[in-house]
């Protein structure tokens, strides 16, 4: 009798588990189904910017072309249209990206490293500022450009756009130091390592991971950024490609689609080869805390 009556009690954690499996397995279907629709809204538009320029007709509609050509490249491949916004691009991005990320290096290491009553203040004040819009202080630094004769000059364009860029900058970097021991660096020092030299010889070794993040936020961000190189750069032969996309639209409201979608395609190629050249880093990990025995 004692054998019979366990029976039943020994069935019910099973049924009870089975039940909790089958609603796990419900609950990652549902949640994968919900993933797979909204990748499919985020890959319509890719979808359209390739079979478009792929077809002289092109419209805003997603189609496949009747007649594939590649007309709308060839119309594209010159040095006014093409060649010459994306090298403008590059200098403006590169240039002001290289600044921020050594000047953001120089300036969060010692907030990361220094404790003071000033430490935290300041920290406010760059989260503070990563929250400025850009059109709110675009009119005051367009009334000092014009001023000091910065206007229409690249290397200005350069500045504001690292010294815009560099709070967000300098928050990140900190972040990716404060992961580094400190035991690391007093080691350097006792071996006469300057702070300078452990800065670049034994810190950022430690954190390309955080500094491939930091470049790549930084350059994607400057490379999108229309308004700045609007106002600041009037020479049609300045202009970088992210205002050049005005060329496809015509005074009358028509757009070639075609033409424009196969400059889309050369546009977010920088940005590409970026992330698969820094993507390696960030696959890399942390390694920091392996660099300390106990």
Same mark, same amino acid.
Do not use: H
């Given at each position: 009798?004692?054998?019979?009556?366990?029976?039943?009690?020994?069935?019910?954690?099973?049924?009870?588990?089975?039940?909790?499996?089958?609603?796990? *397995?419900?609950?990652?279907? !549902? =949640?994968?189904?919900? @993933? &797979?629709? %909204?990748?499919?809204?985020?890959?319509? #538009?890719?979808?359209?910017?390739?079979?478009?320029?792929?077809?002289?007709?092109?419209?805003?509609?997603?189609?496949?072309?009747?007649?594939?050509?590649?007309?709308?490249?060839?119309?594209?491949?010159?040095?006014?249209?093409?060649?010459?916004?994306?090298?403008?691009?590059?200098?403006?991005?590169?240039?002001?990206?290289?600044?921020?990320?050594?000047?953001?290096?120089?300036?969060?290491?010692?907030?990361? *490293?220094?404790?003071?009553? !000033? =430490?935290?203040?300041? @920290? &406010?004040? %760059?989260?503070?500022?990563?929250?400025? #819009?850009?059109?709110?202080?675009?009119?005051?630094?367009?009334?000092?450009?014009?001023?000091?004769?910065?206007?229409?000059?690249?290397?200005?364009?350069?500045?504001?756009?690292?010294?815009?860029?560099?709070?967000?900058?300098?928050?990140?970097?900190?972040?990716?130091?404060?992961?580094?021991?400190?035991?690391?660096?007093?080691?350097?020092?006792?071996?006469?390592?300057?702070?300078?030299?452990?800065?670049?010889?034994?810190?950022?070794?430690?954190?390309?991971?955080?500094?491939?993040?930091?470049?790549?936020?930084?350059?994607?961000?400057?490379?999108?950024?229309?308004?700045?190189?609007?106002?600041?750069?009037?020479?049609?032969?300045?202009?970088?490609?992210?205002?050049?996309?005005?060329?496809?639209?015509?005074?009358?409201?028509?757009?070639?689609?075609?033409?424009?979608?196969?400059?889309?395609?050369?546009?977010?190629?920088?940005?590409?080869?970026?992330?698969?050249?820094?993507?390696?880093?960030?696959?890399?990990?942390?390694?920091?805390?392996?660099?300390?025995?106990?």
């Amino acid at each position: 009798m004692t054998t019979v009556q366990d029976r039943p009690a020994a069935a019910a954690p099973v049924r009870g588990t089975s039940a909790r499996v089958r609603g796990v *397995r419900r609950a990652a279907v !549902a =949640s994968n189904v919900g @993933l &797979l629709l %909204i990748a499919a809204f985020y890959c319509i #538009p890719l979808l359209w910017v390739v079979l478009a320029s792929f077809d002289p007709n092109a419209s805003l509609t997603v189609s496949w072309p009747e007649e594939p050509s590649l007309a709308n490249y060839r119309e594209i491949m010159n040095v006014e249209t093409t060649f010459r916004p994306l090298w403008n691009s590059l200098v403006l991005c590169g240039g002001a990206t290289l600044i921020t990320v050594v000047c953001a290096a120089l300036g969060a290491y010692p907030l990361s *490293r220094y404790r003071s009553r !000033a =430490s935290r203040p300041f @920290l &406010l004040t %760059i989260i503070f500022a990563t929250g400025l #819009p850009i059109t709110a202080i675009m009119i005051p630094v367009y009334a000092m450009f014009v001023q000091i004769n910065l206007v229409d000059s690249m290397p200005g364009a350069i500045l504001f756009l690292a010294t815009s860029s560099l709070p967000f900058a300098i928050f990140l970097t900190k972040n990716f130091f404060d992961g580094v021991p400190v035991d690391m660096e007093e080691s350097a020092w006792t071996e006469g390592a300057s702070m300078v030299r452990t800065l670049w010889s034994v810190v950022l070794p430690l954190v390309r991971p955080g500094m491939a993040v930091v470049t790549i936020f930084t350059f994607v961000g400057m490379w999108g950024n229309f308004f700045v190189p609007f106002m600041l750069l009037l020479s049609p032969e300045k202009l970088p490609a992210a205002v050049s996309l005005f060329t496809f639209s015509s005074q009358y409201g028509q757009v070639a689609y075609g033409q424009l979608a196969a400059f889309s395609i050369f546009y977010s190629a920088p940005v590409v080869l970026l992330y698969l050249l820094l993507g390696r880093r960030l696959g890399a990990g942390f390694t920091a805390a392996g660099g300390v025995k106990g």
